[in-house]
């Protein structure tokens, strides 16, 4: 007996269909300059995030996260940098969800 299982999702958690959307990204620098940019999701989940961004972020820096959907509403998360690899002169970051203010 043949058993499909190529259309069941693993994960245990909620994954959202992000992919290849711009959400916006703010952190600040060592310096204390305020960062803006926008990046595109390459792909996010319910613990975490990773998106292609134009230069790097620094792992451990927390940044604000923002998601808006097709009609203008935002929705803003905090997450960490966990990592990020430098891919043909841009950057992917991977990022985990963290609450407001969570230092490390």
């Given at each position: 007996m043949h058993e499909q299982t190529s259309n069941i999702e693993k994960r245990r958690s909620?994954?959202?269909?992000?992919e290849k959307e711009l959400i916006g990204l703010e952190w600040q620098c060592e310096d204390g300059k305020i960062i803006k940019r926008q990046a595109m999701c390459i792909d996010v989940s319910n613990g975490g995030l990773k998106v292609n961004i134009d230069r790097p972020i620094i792992t451990n820096q927390p940044v604000k996260v923002t998601f808006r959907d097709k009609?203008?509403?935002?929705?803003?998360f905090y997450a960490r940098v966990l990592r990020e690899t430098e891919v043909h002169d841009w950057y992917d970051v991977a990022m985990i969800f963290v609450e407001q203010g969570e230092d490390k």
């Open positions: 909620l994954r959202l269909d992000m009609l203008g509403a935002s929705n803003q």
